[in-house]
């Protein structure tokens, strides 16, 4: 069976970090993209950065970042573990919200591997979320 499971979330000061997890289960894990994305109450669910299979070719392991998290988060794989790290820095308020991890195979994160897309339509299963909670 395919599970993603987030964890790491909770309270965090602004101006502080915080880790998320994202450990998966059921599926060769370097032939898969993961995604982290956000979803806030009455909003919709986006994208936020993501790192691209390691098939080789050109864009393998690449990371990418939603404009408004770039030099704030990092995204990295640890393959010992099978699991994606979120690694948020310099907490906004903005960031308080529900945050998603997701698998597209074969994936390399982009609009047919043109831009970064933020979009779930590639992604086949997510894990159930994680709340983060940024305080002043």
């Known amino acids: 069976e395919v599970r993603l499971v987030e964890s790491g979330g909770g309270l965090v000061q602004a101006g502080g970090s915080l880790r998320l997890s994202c450990e998966i289960f059921?599926?060769?894990?370097?032939?898969?993209?993961i995604g982290w994305f956000r979803q806030a109450p009455g909003k919709q669910r986006e994208g936020i950065s993501c790192?691209?299979?390691?098939?080789?070719?050109?864009?393998?392991?690449?990371?990418y970042y939603r404009d408004s998290v770039k030099g704030r988060f990092t995204i990295a794989r640890d393959y010992a573990k099978n699991t994606v790290y979120l690694q948020m820095k310099n907490q906004k308020p903005e960031d308080k919200t529900v945050y998603y991890c997701?698998?597209?195979?074969?994936?390399?994160?982009?609009?047919?591997?043109?831009?970064?897309?933020?979009?779930?339509?590639?992604?086949?299963?997510w894990g159930q979320g994680n709340q983060v909670t940024v305080s002043s």
């Open positions: 997701a698998d597209d195979f074969g994936g390399c994160c982009r609009y047919h591997c043109g831009a970064y897309s933020t979009s779930t339509r590639d992604y086949d299963y």
């Open positions: 059921g599926f060769t894990f370097d032939d898969y993209a």
């Open positions: 790192i691209a299979d390691n098939f080789g070719r050109t864009t393998a392991g690449n990371t």
